[in-house]
């Protein structure tokens, strides 16, 4: 197979993910309520934010989305925001990537190689005593969440560039005949194999289509409990082109679900090292971490949802420990 035919049709079978960590690919259950008592460290919704908004308006590219949103019973404060915030913008790219992918399959060999290998020796001799505690507290080694972290973020150096609220609202109008025609074009422009191939490499590709966005309607879900439960700025959240966010890269819903008050300050930031390192531990440990080889393959691989992914953070989890005391 040539490059663009193995990377799409490996991408729409669903073979490798080329999603952001914690993106999960599988239908949720229902998200939980939010603890009253938990506070977060971005700013709280105002009550002018919610009051006095203008009607929803059809012109939207992305009014449909808003219109399934009230179906599904998300708040017409936090809906109206969506219409009306400035920040928020459609784009189409996010309907395309997210559903084709990126041009070619990742190559994970860079986040194991002897530059990445010196920049987490320093993270962890920096960050020993925080990394310590989190390993005897959730029994996950402390190499395996500074590799999580390194992969992730290059341990919180980058942790992306796209607005999350238009991230979701985008990925939601995948299914939307328009834009599953355009994929549908890019498919055939790229794809060099048989008839019978590609038609059934389009019937995925429509599987796919609606599967995403049926997904980004429940990250915007959980947006709307983090924004108007929780108290959490989500206008302001920036993150990876799959709306992830923070050092551990959680998206919405696994930040409802496992995101933990590390340092025990009253506040919940995926943006702080303390936070972080006990969420990532935290997800991994729900997710069957446990001392065989199997059920620790099985934890990361929840975490992203590739082997080559696994493989590069147990490989560099690995060279720390041989040379980390």
Known sequence: MTT?????????????SCTSPVVRQTRLSPLPPSPADTAIAIASPTTTDLAALPPLTAALPYAPVLQKLQQRGVPQAFIQLLATHPKVRFDEKFTRINVLGTSRKPDYSHFYSERAVQRCLRFLKQHDSLLQAVEQQYHVPKEIIVAILYVETKLGSYTGKHHIPSVFLSVA??????????NRERLRAQFQGSPT????LEQKLVKRSRRKAQWALQE???????????GIDVFSLYGSWAGAFGYAQFLPSSFLRWAVDGNQDGQVDLFSFPD???????????????KSARQQRKAIYAYNHSQDY?????????????RYP
């Open 4 to 16: 663009a035919r193995y990377t799409l049709a490996l991408l729409i079978l669903g073979i490798w």
């Open 173 to 182: 109008m995948a299914d939307d005949s328009m834009y599953l025609a355009k």
């Open 197 to 200: 191939e590609l038609a059934a």
């Open 220 to 230: 915007l879900e959980a947006l709307s409990q983090l924004y108007l439960q929780r």
């Open 276 to 290: 972080a390192t006990h969420s990532i531990a935290a997800y991994l440990k729900a997710h069957g971490w446990g």
């Open 310 to 322: 696994v493989t590069a953070v147990q490989t560099l989890a690995k060279k720390l420990s041989d």
